[in-house]
């Protein structure tokens, strides 16, 4: 196999001309085997093998800098740059990341995962190498939808003027997670249509042979023969906008022409100064069926069998049958899917209510409501504050949007958050999916601030349900609600909707059992957690009331106090970051109580325990496995209770 014999690019570099399309093809089997086993991001891997093997053949890298925009498509480069043989761990726990981590390699210039990131980090090391007066070249990759993104526009507008070694490479597959969206995308795509070969090139005399002998294109140009003539009228053409900018413009080429790659590269890399370099490729090249179906492949399952063009079948491991077993018992809902079940219900009965979504239709489990409401959702593309500033605009025209968004990029919206929806008091409800433990996505993606930043935010209530059937009835009231109102929810299965939920009320906790001595608080799923911690400390003789809190903001001071005063602790339980979260909201009620009482008033036996996630990053690995590692499972709970109340006697008796 070539590619064991790959431990870095210098080896690349090494190897002859005549054995690179074998390589390619055994990165893209690497990659199906192991992606089909561990899961990951398969399609925008298998799109850019041929060209991440041109750039690491021409550039220096890490002398130059590689910046992979949301980071995704990094496989390819991680097989690359000496991280074949520990390829099979791919984002498993203690494995290597799924993706760019720049503590696992040299050759990731940063740790990524969030979209729209790399021409500012591309742009910033140039200037950064420039000032300490080093000469490095940098080359940022990004996707048709990352392209559009506010952060990626902010940073060409930056970035034009300045005279600096960088190369953009836009990978065009015209999908993000499915179809890439937008008015900027059908700017592209006329593009295609109409600019079949790189005008500067042909100036400059070379490359010509490279125009791009694209087969989409080709039958594209067969279907639309007469419409390109129109187009070549009309169309703004990327050259003259990116020549304004400062940029020029190369394109288009075919990303999949190995012996192109290469020599368009060695070009751009002989050019100073500002460059775009425009590729199209296929999502998933290579897999069967990847042209018809690219979104199938953007992320695959363990388990999911795929197999290579040219191949009738594909080595897939069956799942292990201890992860079959998991399966049996009662059933089991994505909450995602009890999401996604609610806002249609509410549609149904409620014509304002609206639905948008960053980019995100599927995982956010809005594709049921967009198939039946088209005319009331809204993909605004990888564009978080637009979404959020747009969601309350619509409330301006008196609809009712729900804004769902993942945890972890709700991040990119603060402000919006703040300004555009608080401030005004504007009703929009944010939905968040993922808001926890991603798992194998990693420290990218774990959704652990939400409470924390939302948290200090004036009129904003925050909620997060025990269950899929409590989501739904928080779906309903969040509806209701007069003001801004965010629900968090994990990535995680939750037990069928269907039971019946108490009403939920404004900033009020629902006790689930009664107990003596310690109350265990859970804000979300953990206050399932909660109750199987307690059922292990009654069997150690440890009395516990348990709640499920529902509100992390407004706080239920009445059920707060009455727990302070009647136990020995109280412990808070989320999975969610410690400082600044539900515990701390808890801690800081206590505290005040505490100053407002006299030091003779002495009612306040208990102290408050805080368990969640501690303040550092969280790297991959399954929910479940993080879970255990973090201690909040119900013997993890318990464990900790027991210490704590341990801990307690011991300084008790040493004071006495
Ligand atoms: C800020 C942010 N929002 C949403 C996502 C989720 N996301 C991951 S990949 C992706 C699509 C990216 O499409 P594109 O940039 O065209 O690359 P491709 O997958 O087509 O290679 C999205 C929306 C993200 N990673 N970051």
Redesign the pocket.
């Known amino acids: 196999m070539i590619l064991e014999s790959i431990r870095s690019p210098a080896d690349l570099k090494r190897l002859p001309a005549a054995e690179l399309p074998a390589l390619c093809t055994e990165i893209r089997r690497t990659i199906l085997d192991t992606v089909t086993k561990n899961g990951g991001h398969l399609?925008?891997s298998m799109?850019v093998v041929e060209l991440t093997v041109a750039l690491h053949r021409v550039y220096d890298f890490p002398h130059d800098r590689l910046f992979l925009?949301?980071g995704?498509?990094g496989y390819p480069h991680k097989l690359l740059t000496g991280r074949f043989d520990r390829f099979h761990t791919l984002r498993q726990k203690g494995g290597i990341s799924g993706f760019p981590n720049k503590d696992e390699s040299p050759f990731d210039a940063m740790t990524s995962?969030?979209?729209?990131t790399a021409i500012s980090m591309a742009l910033g090391a140039c200037l950064g190498d420039a000032l300490a007066g080093e000469k490095r070249r940098a080359v940022a990759m990004?996707?048709?939808?990352?392209i559009v993104s506010g952060m990626s526009l902010e940073a060409l507008n930056s970035a034009g003027h300045l005279d600096r070694d960088l190369l953009i490479i836009l990978?065009d597959?015209e999908?993000?997670?499915g179809k890439?969206v937008g008015s900027l995308s059908r700017v592209l795509s006329k593009v295609r249509l109409s600019r079949p070969y790189s005008a500067a090139m042909r100036a400059a005399g070379r490359l010509e042979h490279l125009v791009a002998k694209i087969p989409r294109i080709g039958e594209r140009f067969d279907k639309t023969v007469h419409a390109i003539a129109d187009h070549l009228k009309h169309v703004i053409v990327p050259g003259q906008v990116l020549d304004a900018l400062g940029f020029r413009y190369f394109g288009i080429f075919d990303g999949h022409d190995l012996g192109g790659m290469l020599e368009v590269l060695t070009a751009m890399r002989a050019q100073p100064g500002m460059k775009l370099l425009h590729v199209l490729t296929v999502?998933g090249k290579g897999v069967k069926g990847c042209e018809e179906d690219p979104l199938a492949l953007?992320g695959a399952k363990p388990g999911d069998s795929f197999v290579l063009e040219g191949e009738s079948a594909c080595k897939v491991d069956k799942v292990p049958a201890a992860a079959t077993a998991a399966k049996k018992g009662p059933p089991k809902f994505e909450f995602a899917k009890c999401f996604s079940e609610a806002i249609v219900r509410e549609a149904e009965n409620d014509p304002r209510v609206c639905a948008i979504t960053?980019?995100?239709p599927d995982g956010t489990g809005l594709k049921p409501f967009a198939e039946k409401f088209p005319d009331r959702f809204f993909n605004v593309g990888?564009a978080?504050q637009h979404g959020i500033a747009f969601a309350s605009g619509l409330t301006i025209g008196g609809r009712r949007p729900v804004c769902a968004i993942y945890s972890t990029?709700l991040q990119?919206g603060y402000d919006q958050v703040f300004q555009e929806v608080a401030l005004q008091r504007n009703p929009v409800v944010l939905v968040m999916s993922h808001g926890g433990l991603a798992g194998d996505d990693g420290a990218t993606h774990h959704g652990l601030f939400d409470i924390a930043f939302l948290r200090t935010i004036p009129g904003v209530t925050l909620m997060s349900p025990r269950d899929g059937a409590e989501l739904q009835e928080m779906v309903r009231f969040a509806l209701a609600h007069p003001g801004p109102i965010a629900i968090r929810y994990p990535k995680a299965q939750t037990a069928a909707p269907g039971r019946a939920v108490a009403p939920v009320e404004l900033g009020r906790g629902e006790r689930l059992r009664a107990g003596d001595d310690v109350a265990l608080v859970g804000y979300g799923p953990m206050s399932e957690t909660a109750l199987e911690a307690a059922a292990l400390l009654d069997a150690q003789g440890c009395s516990c009331t348990v709640v499920n809190a529902r509100f992390a903001r407004p706080l239920d001071h009445a059920l707060f106090d009455a727990l302070l005063e009647r136990h020995r602790l109280v412990v808070t339980i989320e999975e969610a970051a410690l400082a600044g979260g539900f515990g701390s909201a808890v801690l800081e009620h206590a505290a005040r109580r505490e100053a407002g009482q006299s030091a003779a008033h002495d009612a306040m036996r208990a102290r408050v325990l805080t368990l969640g996630v501690p303040d550092r990053f969280i790297e991959h690995g399954s929910r479940a496995e993080l879970l255990a590692e973090l201690g909040l499972t119900a013997s993890g709970i318990r464990d900790a209770v027991l210490g704590h109340l341990r801990e307690a006697a011991f300084h008790g008796s040493a004071a006495r």
Request: cysteine-free; overall charge negative.
């Open positions: 399609g925008s799109g925009d949301t995704h498509q995962g969030h979209a729209g990004v996707g048709d939808a990352s990978n597959n999908q993000s997670i890439t999502k953007h960053a980019g995100m990888i978080e990029f990119r």
